[in-house]
């Protein structure tokens, strides 16, 4: 089980650290607390967590919560980051398999199609490698193996890469980071579960 994770959605200066703030979507964070940063793999240490504007000690799932942290170059931190515990790192990967519902798209969706990866704060260009199977809607079991292309309406298994590597989870695993939407031209064209994830480096403890 996850200690904590926090999504990035803000990022500033604090002069000897610097802020993120973000939502704790698992357990909890206490000041002086190690964390690890996924990605880019490397830890930090919270020197304050601001509650509502008033410091606190902890905080826990659920807060909405600002953190004051030091050890670690600013410039490595992106929004969509995650914060966790170096014991139970979030998975980051480039690559991962996902169960896809196609939306009202006038297109077909084919082998190299490039879409938006939209999930909490992150929005990563991201390419459509393999399409794997097509899905019966309400078993779940392969009706097509390898298909040319996929309509809307359609379930299916595919394989996903991103431009850079994203922190994920699988769905079955935790679902705030399991789930995902595809965006094309500026509309939703599809929405997934991930249920595979080839993971890009070690955990530095």
Request: charged share 20%; hydrophobic share 40%; net charge positive.
């Amino acid at each position: 089980m996850k200690l904590f994770q926090i999504i990035t959605v803000f990022i500033a200066d604090q002069g000897s650290g610097f802020c993120v703030t973000g939502k704790i979507e698992a357990g909890y964070i206490q000041v002086g607390e190690r964390l690890l940063a996924m990605p880019p793999n490397e830890t930090c240490t919270a020197k304050g967590i601001t509650l509502h504007d008033e410091p606190v000690d902890w905080a826990a799932a659920g807060d909405h919560v600002s953190l004051t942290l030091t050890g670690m170059d600013i410039i490595k931190i992106n929004v969509g980051c995650v914060f966790c515990d170096p014991k139970e790192p979030v998975k980051v990967c480039t690559r991962f398999r996902a169960r896809i519902l196609i939306f009202n798209i006038e297109i077909p969706v084919t082998k190299g199609f490039p879409v938006l990866l939209h999930y909490q704060t992150v929005s990563e260009p991201a390419t459509i490698r393999r399409l794997l199977s097509i899905l019966h809607k309400s078993t779940g079991e392969v009706t097509k193996k390898k298909p040319k292309f996929l309509s809307k309406g359609q379930n299916a298994l595919i394989e996903l890469e991103t431009q850079r590597p994203v922190a994920v989870e699988l769905y079955k695993d935790f679902k705030e980071l399991g789930r995902f939407m595809l965006r094309y031209g500026g509309s939703t064209i599809a929405a997934g579960v991930i249920t595979e994830v080839w993971c890009c480096y070690k955990t530095m403890l």
